[in-house]
């Protein structure tokens, strides 16, 4: 079978395929053809923050790593063996992960990895393929199912025939990254380690604390400051967890104060009292040689952000990593492109006579453990697809459950991309008033549905090998 796009859920994809016998072939167009915001070629390379979300179990990102987990996510695996400190959240070392990934791809008998630009989709499950040399001309490698996993930054040629696959203009919006500076050019003098509410001991974040002039001055110069892209935006552009810091701002002079600035939980060892605003700063790496700025996904221009960020206190002489980037990012709309298993639903009136799926973020879920999850889910749908079994229904009350649900229901409409959240399972059967007690029994209802589920999937006959030798490493 052929997967187009070898990130998160390309990769993950593959290996479970791989790992349940079939052959896969993945195709990767780095570095053949680069993007504005990857910097190497590896498989799985997270481009914008280094950190996977919580891992607390009575939240929805807990809950969506434990059912990664239970279904021996191969990825999740990799995630937890190159981990770095970041209180309460799962972060990672984002080389080793991706180097990591790419070694498990690359040494898997059952995949060929394939390096070359896919402009198209052929009826047969070949693709149209450049290797830069020439014009793109067909691989040779007719496939019984085809994964489209290609991510935010899907290639023009293969973006057009996707629009026309749907039968409507391919949606976008536009996503940010922030900054990474140098640890060693850090005044840690100003700086201090606290994790929020933590009392005792050191924090996994660094603390950048405001004054109240000292904030205003610099909301007025990132208010003002130059952007790549000259426009004011508007909410319905911008994925809401990546909304750039300036465009914050542009709500009031507060509005980042009570956003990724603010202080609470917070308190200033230098006066002891909380700080007027802080700005987190999370390590990038094991050895913590640099830190990326929490929440400053930003559109500025690299001299801009150089002038601006450098107005945080303890950043006035800090030496970027890597500047913030703003780009396009594609996705389907999945309410009408897509059915319950992530198949394109006009696959086979447009001619297809193998099936189509879709997995990561171009088809329309936003997040890192999400984009896992659904290769994961991906893995099992062909899977069923080819051996002729069918799976069981993914239950609504787990968070990746939820999630695909809204995804895919007609009835959602406007749609844009979102991460696992509570806003959209299903109700408990008793309210309870609580949020932590709620939660709680949010995520408590969600493993026996998961539980129930796994015992469903393997009853089913479905080849697959929740946590084969990819997972382990072997």
């Not at 992530?342 to 099936?355: D, I, K, N, T």
Request: overall charge neutral.
């Amino acid at each position: 079978m052929n997967i187009i796009g070898a990130g998160l859920a390309g990769s993950e994809a593959a290996l479970q395929l791989a790992d349940a016998g079939f052959r896969v072939t993945l195709f990767e167009m780095r570095p053949v053809c680069s993007t504005e915001v990857h910097h190497s070629d590896c498989c799985a390379e997270l481009v914008c923050s280094n950190s996977l979300k919580s891992t607390k179990e009575a939240s929805a990102a807990g809950m969506l790593k434990h059912e990664l987990s239970a279904l021996g996510s191969v990825l999740y695996r990799c995630a937890l063996d190159c981990r770095v400190p970041a209180g309460g959240a799962l972060a990672v070392d984002r080389t080793s992960f991706a180097e990591r990934v790419t070694g498990l791809v690359e040494a898997h008998p059952r995949i060929a990895l394939v390096r070359g630009r896919v402009d198209g989709v052929l009826e047969d499950g070949d693709v149209l393929f450049s290797d830069g040399a020439g014009k793109a001309r067909p691989a040779g490698l007719p496939a019984k199912a085809v994964v489209i996993a290609t991510g935010p930054l899907t290639a023009s040629a293969l973006s057009e025939g996707l629009a026309r696959l749907v039968g409507s203009q391919s949606l976008a919006f536009f996503d940010a990254a922030a900054p990474i500076v140098m640890a060693d050019s850090l005044d840690e003098s100003i700086l201090f380690r606290q994790s929020r509410y933590e009392e005792e001991g050191l924090g996994d974040y660094l603390n950048a604390p405001f004054s109240k002039d000292e904030y205003e001055r610099f909301i007025g110069e990132l208010v003002a400051a130059d952007r790549v892209i000259r426009r004011d935006f508007e909410t319905k552009d911008l994925f809401q967890a990546c909304q750039p810091i300036e465009e914050i701002a542009r709500k009031g002079v507060d509005a980042p104060r009570f956003g990724p600035l603010k202080p609470v939980g917070l308190v200033d060892p230098r006066t002891g009292h909380r700080p007027w605003a802080a700005l987190q700063l999370r390590a990038e790496n094991r050895e913590a040689t640099s830190y990326n700025l929490v929440g400053f996904q930003t559109n500025l221009t690299f001299p801009e952000q150089k002038r601006v960020f450098r107005m945080i206190p303890g950043l006035e002489h800090a030496e970027f990593a890597r500047y913030g980037v703003m780009h396009r990012n594609t996705f389907v709309d999945a309410p009408r492109a897509l059915d319950a298993r992530g198949r394109f639903v006009r696959s086979r009136e447009s001619g297809y006579a193998v099936p189509l799926f879709a997995a990561g973020q171009v088809s329309g879920t936003e997040g890192y453990c999400e984009a896992i999850r659904s290769g994961l889910q991906a893995a099992i749908g062909v899977a069923a697809e080819l051996s002729g079994a069918t799976p069981p229904a993914l239950p609504r009350q787990t968070a990746y459950g939820a999630l695909w649900s809204y995804a895919t229901d007609p009835q959602t409409t406007g749609y844009q991309p979102m991460h696992v959240n509570f806003g959209i399972m299903p109700p408990l059967p008793v309210r309870v008033k609580n949020k932590g007690e709620r939660y709680a029994a949010y995520a408590q209802r969600g493993a026996r549905a998961l539980d129930a589920y796994i015992e469903a999937l393997k009853a089913s006959g479905v080849p697959f090998a929740f946590g084969g030798a990819a997972a382990a490493g072997e």
